[in-house]
């Protein structure tokens, strides 16, 4: 590290350009569009002129197969899925050029679009990182979070398994500290805006010297340096070789599991040989193969925080419920179900496996009480309405699957309705039963699957809930 | 244009699978290209006059579309309307014009948004105007594009004396643009004018 710092500074001196901090700051461990970038163009354009910048196409085409056929890459989001690459008659170039429309939402990058990587001097890292939390951890989450500060220390890879509610965020703490004061660059990537939302609160408030960066669509800008970046892994397709630790939280969570560039995404945004560590309650096969094949530390958190069980979801048919409600009829069970939550004041949660599903029953709940709310991903409202349930403003809400993890409501209840649908996968399962009882004053609740028919996912779920007891319990 | 061209739904993507059809198989020509349910939510326009005619209304489906194609440069989305295009434009007999981009805007932009929304629906048309300003309707205000001074002209050589002509733009608001190329091609000496836009802002 402090090699590269003297070569740089004599560079820098050789070069006669003074380097602006802001510059610097900017685009280290990134990769950019040359024209689309947070400054002016004649200035970014000087920078590249005298090599602080590595300039590279945005599309690389190579023969390919046995019929040498153009096969394409995105240099920036390492997509290769052809059909999604577009060639048109560019207007610009007056050729054939190719655009990649997998990362099109973050500003298009076509084979004429330059990308630049930052090869000039690095930011200094002098900061003294402090970690302010007087929490306290459980036997459990306290062994797990040395062994995750050991392997990242040790430069290997390493699985947190922890039960829905076992306190998972606090495990990174000493692990960020540490890495953080070695002045290495982290990162703590997830599938889900939600989360990043969640994290950056509390990581500003634990980390008070640290400059912390929070990345998302459509995140405002932060200035300076940020050494500790909580970024959605979509984002980190604009970063490359630039981690010396990456952290994957919720590394089960939807698109992540199925877009192999975002997973590529999180490879090609860590330095070469960086550790990264994946925490989750319910680690993919893919995951748990990942880990056998390549030798990874594992850390196995059987237990919430608050030292009791997990609540066991049970099953209760549902006969045509979508024709049911198709035709303008909860079914009885289900009217019970949300009369006795009502009765009780109970906050709520109903999943539905479709919107269309959802937005046919909501006006039907409104009748028993005209403030239970629906949402679902493009809801804009989505945060204000989880917080009126939380402020008990509201007394329940209707989702889509978009409300499986992240979020905690303190004694609230669950139910599933048509838990049979092929979203509702086992991990999907055991994350919706993960909000019930997660609160040290109302660890228990009720969990109900609302079936029309048994699937392997249902009984694999609650199989997977009573083993986790198991484990932790002994009973 | 081979069937399965778009396995998924060029805006949500998910799978289109709509069954075979004797009408499917018939409008072979253009296989669907964006899913029933992101159709549904486009709002056909009913308030057309003799002058101009428009498909759609400016909804969100329809604002969303327009800045992933216009604005995010997505060009593939030119095929979402080519049945629809087609339909409406191919018994024409008036001179089809689209209205142009300034070069510069057309470099920056990488493609003219409008020819190629023809070129999708196989509409062929002519170019008889240039733009000649690169500030873009969108930017002024109302008063300052109803007290604009011509913004187009006609490209050298091109004579439309006698002729029936029929406009094409993307979105019509103000009607500013299509005014101000009306007026020019009347001018000149064209018989008739009218316009036909995709959208009513
Ligand atoms: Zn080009
Ligand atoms: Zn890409």
Redesign the pocket.
């Known amino acids: 590290m402090k090699f590269k710092l003297i070569r740089s500074n004599k560079r820098f001196l050789y070069k006669g350009i003074i380097v602006e901090p802001q510059v610097r700051d900017f685009f280290t461990g990134r990769i950019w569009t040359r024209s689309n970038t947070p400054f002016h163009q004649e200035k970014v354009n000087a920078y590249i002129q005298q090599n602080y910048f590595n300039v590279k196409s ?2 690389t085409s190579q023969p390919k197969g046995i019929f040498l056929r153009q096969s394409f890459t ?6 290769q899925i052809q059909h ?1 690459f577009v060639q048109y008659n560019c207007a610009k170039c007056e050729k054939i050029c190719v655009y ?5 939402n973050m500003g298009r ?1 076509t084979s004429c679009t330059n990308l630049i990587l930052w090869n000039g001097p690095l930011p200094l890292k002098y900061q003294k990182h402090v970690l302010d939390w007087d929490g306290t951890y459980t036997p459990a989450q306290k062994q797990a979070a040395q062994e995750l500060t050991e392997s990242m220390n040790n430069k290997r890879s390493h699985l947190v398994h922890a039960v829905c509610g076992a306190g998972k965020t606090e495990i990174l703490f000493p692990a960020v500290l540490h890495a953080l004061n070695k002045g290495l660059r982290v990162c703590i990537a997830t599938p889900r805006t939600d989360v990043v939302l969640e994290l950056f609160p509390r990581f500003q408030k634990v980390f008070p010297n640290t400059n912390i960066h929070a990345l998302y669509g459509n995140a405002p800008k932060q200035a300076g340096f940020s050494q500790l970046v909580l970024s959605t892994t979509h984002q980190l ?1 604009r970063f490359e070789n630039a981690f010396d630790v990456e952290l994957v939280d919720e590394a089960d969570a939807f698109p992540y599991t199925i877009d192999l ?1 975002l997973q590529q995404a999180v490879l090609k945004a860590k330095k070469e040989g960086a550790p990264i560590a994946f925490v989750t309650a319910t680690p993919s096969t893919q995951i748990l193969n990942t880990v056998k094949k390549e030798n990874w530390s594992y850390s196995f958190i059987p237990k919430r925080y608050h030292n009791h069980p997990l609540p066991v979801p049970r099953f209760e048919a549902l006969w045509s419920y979508e024709k049911g409600i198709t035709r303008g009829k909860i079914p009885l069970k289900l009217i019970e179900w949300t009369e006795k939550r009502l009765s009780n004041r109970e906050p709520f949660l109903i999943f539905f496996p479709t919107i269309q599903l959802m937005q046919k029953a909501i006006p039907l709940f409104q009748r028993m009480n005209e403030k239970i709310l629906s949402v679902h991903a493009e809801d804009e409202h989505r945060k204000e309405k989880v917080i009126k349930l939380r402020n008990e403003e509201i007394p329940g809400l209707l989702t889509t699957t978009i409300l499986e993890r992240g979020i905690t409501i303190n004694n609230v209840q669950v139910a599933v309705v048509g838990a049979e649908s092929k979203i509702f996968t086992s991990s999907a399962l055991i994350q919706i039963s993960g909000r019930v009882g997660r609160n040290v004053q109302f660890p228990e609740g009720d969990i109900v699957f609302f079936h029309h028919g048994i699937t392997a996912e249902m009984d694999e779920a609650r199989n997977e809930i009573l083993r986790l007891n198991k484990e932790g319990f002994g009973s | 244009m081979k069937r399965n061209e778009v396995e998924n739904c060029l805006l949500c993507n998910s799978p289109i699978d709509v069954p075979v059809t004797w009408k499917t198989l018939l409008t072979n020509e253009f296989p669907r290209t964006i899913c029933l349910e992101c159709e549904e939510k486009f709002e056909i326009c009913k308030t057309s006059n003799e002058e101009v005619t428009s498909l759609y209304k400016y909804n969100e489906q329809m604002k969303d579309y327009l800045h992933r194609y216009k604005f995010m440069h997505d060009l593939l989305l030119a095929k979402v309307f080519r049945y629809q295009l087609h339909y409406h434009l191919k018994k024409t007999k008036e001179l089809i014009v689209p209205i142009p981009m300034h070069a510069e805007k057309r470099k920056e932009r990488t493609f003219a948004h409008v020819d190629e929304l023809l070129n999708e629906a196989v509409i062929p048309y002519t170019h008889l105007l240039e733009k000649m300003t690169t500030a873009t309707q969108a930017s002024k205000s109302r008063e300052e594009r109803l007290n604009t001074p011509q913004i187009f002209q006609l490209e050298q050589g091109v004579i439309v004396q006698q002729k029936d002509i029929l406009l094409v733009d993307d979105i019509y608001t103000t009607g500013t643009t299509i005014n101000h190329a009306k007026q020019l091609l009347l001018d000149a000496g064209a018989k008739s004018v009218k316009a036909f836009t995709l959208i009513r802002g």
């Open positions: 945005g599309i995105c240099n920036r989001c390492y997509n999604e990649c429309r997998h990362c099109i990058v397709f560039a």
